[in-house]
C-alpha cells in the first residue's frame, strides 16, 4: 500500500476558515506550508541563479513536463541524475503534467485565473491568431510542438514516463484543462475523462516506481478539474479521492487546477478542499498575486505556483508593499534608495531604484535578473509571513495589514 503518513502533517489549523500551516517531506528536504513554489518553466526560473533562489527562501522549484520533454528530453534530465542535479538546484522539485498545454496550445490562451465570466460559450474556443496545436481525445492528446512544428503524443502513461524520468519529489497526473468559455456539457465530459486518465496515471506511477525501485520515491497529485460548477468540482474531487492502484494506494496529494474566476477563486478553492482529506496537501496550481494567496491559504491551499513574479518582473513592474509599480516611470530615474527600504534581498541590499530604472531603459539583461530575484524574495516572504502569522493565531491582523497597505498603495 502507498505509503502516504509521512508525507504530510499539520502544524497549526486557522481557528475560522480551511487554512492550516505544515510540512510536507521530499527525499531532498522539507517544504514548511503554506509555500509559493517558484516556478522553473524549462529547469530554470528566468534570468536568476538557481544559488540565488536558494538565497532568497525559496523552498522548492516546479517545472514544466512539456517543455523539458521537448527540450532538452527527459532523457537527458534523468541521464544528469534528475532535475534537481541538471539544473544544481538541492532542494524539493515539481514538475507538473503538461496538462496546462492542453490549454495554452489548444486555445491559445496564456493565464486564465483572471479571466471573467463571458455570456459567449463554445467548446471551438480560440484566441485570437492563434492556431490550434493540441487535439483532446478520450486516450489523450495529440499536439504540435510549438519549437519545429514537429507531432507528439502525451497520454497518461506518457505523461507518467516522462515525470519519472525527469525525477521530480512530487509530480502530477495529467489532466485536461478546460476555460471557461467550454460549454457545461463538456465541462462535464472534462471531468469525466481528467477521472479516467487520473486512474491510468496511479497505474502507471505504481508500475514504473516498482520497476525503478532504486529511485527515489515521487509522490503523486491528482488535479482536481471543474471549473466554475460547485456540483463538477465537488464531484471531481471526490473521485480522484475514491482512485486506487493496484495495492489500494491513492494519490499522495491533490492539486486544484483549471481555470478560475478571480473573484470566485477561494469559493471553488473552499468547494474543492472540503471534499479532500485533511491528511494530505493541496497544491493550488498558477497564483501568486497578494490579494490570490491569502485567499487560497485561508481557503485550505497549502502550496500554490505562478510564472507571474519573474513575468512580470521582466517587464519592469516590481511588487513593494505600496502595490505593484513600474521602474520605468520618470519618478525613479533620480530615486537613489532601494527598490522596498524594509526589503531583504540581494537587488535591494546593493541597488537602487535609478540604477534598475537605468538598465530597463538602456535594455540590460541585469534589469530581469535583479528584478526577478526582488519580486521573488517579496513572494517568498509574504507567504511565509502567512505561514508564521497562522501560526501565532495572528493571521487576520497580518491580513489586514498587508492587504490594506497593498492596496492603498494601488
Known amino acids: 500500500m502507498t505509503d502516504t503518513g509521512d508525507l504530510f502533517s499539520v ?74 542535479a541538471f539544473m544544481n538546484w538541492p532542494g524539493p522539485t515539481f514538475t ?15 493565464k486564465v485565473l483572471t479571466m471573467e465570466s463571458v455570456a459567449m460559450q463554445a467548446d471551438d474556443v480560440i484566441a485570437a491568431g492563434k492556431e490550434r496545436l493540441a487535439h483532446v481525445d478520450d486516450d489523450g492528446v495529440t499536439f504540435k510542438s510549438h519549437l ?64 525503478r525501485s532504486g529511485s527515489p520515491r515521487q509522490a503523486l497529485f491528482g488535479v482536481v478539474q471543474g471549473a466554475q460548477y460547485e456540483d463538477l468540482r465537488r464531484q471531481a474531487a471526490k473521485g480522484l479521492v475514491a482512485l486506487e492502484d493496484a495495492d489500494g494506494g491513492g494519490f499522495d496529494g491533490y492539486g486544484i487546477g483549471g481555470a478560475l474566476e478571480k473573484r470566485n477563486l477561494g469559493t471553488i478553492v473552499g468547494w474543492v478542499s472540503q ?30 505556483d505562478c510564472v507571474q ?17 513600474n521602474i520605468t516611470t520618470a519618478r525613479n530615474r533620480r530615486d537613489f534608495g532601494p527598490v522596498d527600504a524594509d526589503c531583504d534581498c540581494y537587488t535591494c541590499a546593493h541597488y ?15 534589469a530581469a535578473t535583479l528584478a526577478t530575484i526582488h519580486n521573488e524574495r517579496f513572494t517568498v516572504r509574504m507567504v511565509d509571513g502567512i505561514r508564521t502569522a497562522i501560526d501565532r493565531g495572528e493571521y487576520a491582523e497580518y491580513k489586514q495589514e498587508v492587504l490594506g497597505r497593498f492596496a492603498g498603495g494601488k
Open 148 to 211: 519545429d512544428g514537429s507531432r507528439h503524443r502525451f497520454t497518461p502513461e506518457i505523461s507518467m514516463g516522462i515525470q519519472h524520468r525527469l525525477g521530480a519529489d512530487i509530480i502530477f497526473a495529467f489532466d485536461e484543462l478546460t476555460t471557461l468559455m467550454n460549454t457545461r456539457g463538456y465541462q462535464e465530459g472534462s471531468v469525466e475523462r481528467t477521472r479516467r486518465w487520473a486512474q491510468r496515471c496511479l497505474d502507471e506511477h505504481h508500475r514504473l516506481t516498482a520497476e
Open 352 to 366: 537602487s531604484r535609478a540604477y534598475l530604472h537605468h538598465l530597463f531603459k538602456a535594455k540590460e539583461h541585469l
Open 11 to 84: 502544524r497549526t489549523r486557522m481557528e475560522s476558515g480551511l487554512g492550516r500551516t505544515g510540512r510536507i517531506r521530499t527525499p531532498h528536504g522539507d517544504i514548511r506550508t503554506p509555500a509559493f513554489i517558484a516556478v522553473g518553466t524549462k529547469a530554470t526560473v528566468k534570468a536568476v541563479l538557481p544559488e540565488a533562489m536558494t538565497e532568497l527562501g525559496a523552498q522548492a522549484v516546479l517545472a514544466n513536463a512539456y517543455h523539458l520533454y521537448l527540450q532538452p528530453g527527459s532523457d537527458i534530465v534523468e541521464e544528469a541524475g534528475g532535475l534537481g
Open 96 to 110: 507538473d503534467s503538461g496538462g496546462f498545454q492542453v490549454l495554452s496550445l489548444g486555445a491559445g490562451f496564456k
Open 309 to 325: 513574479p519573474s513575468r512580470v518582473a521582466r517587464n519592469a513592474a516590481l511588487y513593494a508593499p505600496d502595490g505593484r509599480f
Open 275 to 304: 471534499e479532500l482529506p485533511e491528511d494530505k496537501p493541496r497544491h493550488l496550481l498558477g497564483i501568486s498575486e497578494p490579494e490570490d494567496l491569502f485567499v487560497a491559504v485561508e481557503n485550505g491551499a497549502d502550496t500554490f
